[in-house]
């Protein structure tokens, strides 16, 4: 039998705040929280009562002022300030909360992707060469140089290096019909001839003497030399340069995490060996322990007032410029997707070849 429905109240909660973080939270948050209202990040109106709220709001304000939202159209990831250099369970942060005696005297600028963005540049350096033969060598190489400032990419050097790996436990009938050995045989031309002999220095001067024809070779060399510029004086902040002097305990933590994740996947055409090689590496990533994030610094907050704010302002021009780099960079992106679509349609049209898409050319956003 079926009951009769019963009055169910709801009780409208006025007043009462939707999240609370604990003591062990709230704590680091206000020192922090202090220090970015001396450094003008944050604002007294952030305030509403709780100190993690606080830093919060002026953090996204900070991000959004540096173009936060260009990189999201691109990359997928996310950066954050935390008490951890890598991901909790719920079970772990209470234990580890658990057994500490007091506050902690760690924050962390952690940056971390969740998914390697798509590049096939193929097309794109087809139509630099068209410019200058130099020209496709020299933008790859200013291009990966400042994106490897704010992760790690994975393009056809990581696959060489995959590739060496295995092909030694290869027959001669295996290796001739392995894609290992297309991993060199794919390599274009312009790349090849001169990526062991042109310096990024002379690359960048490249860039900048070259007047290409085309509107949309020059919009690439503008974003690049503004991945450049924003990207001055920094370099890429591995967890690896951090020392035990900064965090103890932090050697022992490294040896059992494994390398990052790559922020992104630069192939010269969807589905070529950099793929099925980057594919087969993906299969295995995180299996042995938690991989390291690809952006690292840390905040002591147990210093003296000028030194935590000086340590703060660095750790924050450092996001900054990450920021405003990988903005231009997604531009750079945009750009080579775009080129490569052309490719796909005009060569859709030969005989021989799909009209309609298929797998092979869908990629995730």
């Known amino acids: 039998m079926i009951g009769l429905p019963l009055d169910v109240t709801i009780p409208k909660l006025k007043g009462i705040r939707s999240r609370y973080c604990t003591r062990w939270g709230e704590g680091p948050a206000a020192v922090l929280g202090m220090s970015l209202v001396r450094l003008g990040i944050c604002r007294s109106n952030d305030w509403s009562g709780s100190a993690v709220d606080f830093v919060e709001r002026g953090f996204r304000r900070f991000c959004s002022k540096n173009r936060a939202a260009d990189v999201k159209k691109v990359l997928v990831g996310d950066l954050r300030i935390t008490d951890s250099l890598f991901e909790l369970t719920e079970q772990e942060r209470n234990q580890i909360e ?3 005696e007091g506050m902690t ?25 068209a410019e200058h033969v130099l020209l496709p060598a020299a933008f790859y ?15 056809y050097v990581d696959a060489q290096e995959h590739a060496e790996m295995w092909i030694e436990d290869l027959s001669d009938e295996e290796l ?23 310096r990024y220095r002379r690359a960048r001067n490249l860039l ?13 060399i ?20 951090i020392t035990e002097k900064d965090v103890p305990g932090i050697e022992t933590w490294l040896s059992d995490a494994e ?21 087969e590496e993906a299969q295995h990533m995180g299996e042995n322990g938690p991989c390291q994030p690809n952006v690292a610094l840390p905040i002591q907050l147990d210093q003296p007032t000028r030194k935590l704010d000086e340590q703060v302002q660095g750790v924050f021009d450092h996001a900054g410029a990450m920021l405003r780099s990988l903005a231009s960079a997604a531009k750079v992106v945009e750009v080579i997707r775009e080129l490569y679509d052309e490719y796909l349609r005009e060569h859709r049209l030969q005989p021989g070849l799909p009209v309609e898409p298929g797998t092979a050319h869908v990629r995730d956003e």
């Not at 190489?141 to 393009?155: A, E, G, H, I, S």
């Not at 900048?208 to 690439?220: F, K, S």
């Not at 974003?223 to 340069?241: I, K």
């Not at 010269?268 to 980057?278: L, Q």
């Open 98 to 100: 658990g057994g500490r």
């Open 105 to 129: 005297s760690h924050l962390y600028l952690v940056g971390d992707y969740e998914a390697a963005a798509s590049i096939p540049i193929g097309a794109t350096l087809a139509h630099l060469e």
């Open 141 to 155: 190489l200013v291009f990966v140089t400042n994106l490897y400032k704010w992760m790690r990419v994975y393009d």
């Open 176 to 198: 001739e019909a392995s894609i290992y050995r297309r991993v060199d045989v794919e390599i274009p031309a312009c790349i090849k001839r001169h990526s062991k002999t042109l």
């Open 208 to 220: 900048r003497e070259i007047q290409p024809h085309t509107g949309v070779a020059r919009e690439l």
């Open 222 to 241: 503008r974003h690049a030399l503004e991945m450049d510029a924003h990207g001055q004086g920094h370099e890429h902040a591995w967890p690896g340069q």
């Open 259 to 279: 390398y990052s994740r790559p922020g992104c996947l630069i192939t010269w055409y969807e589905n070529d060996a950099i793929n099925a090689c980057f594919d």
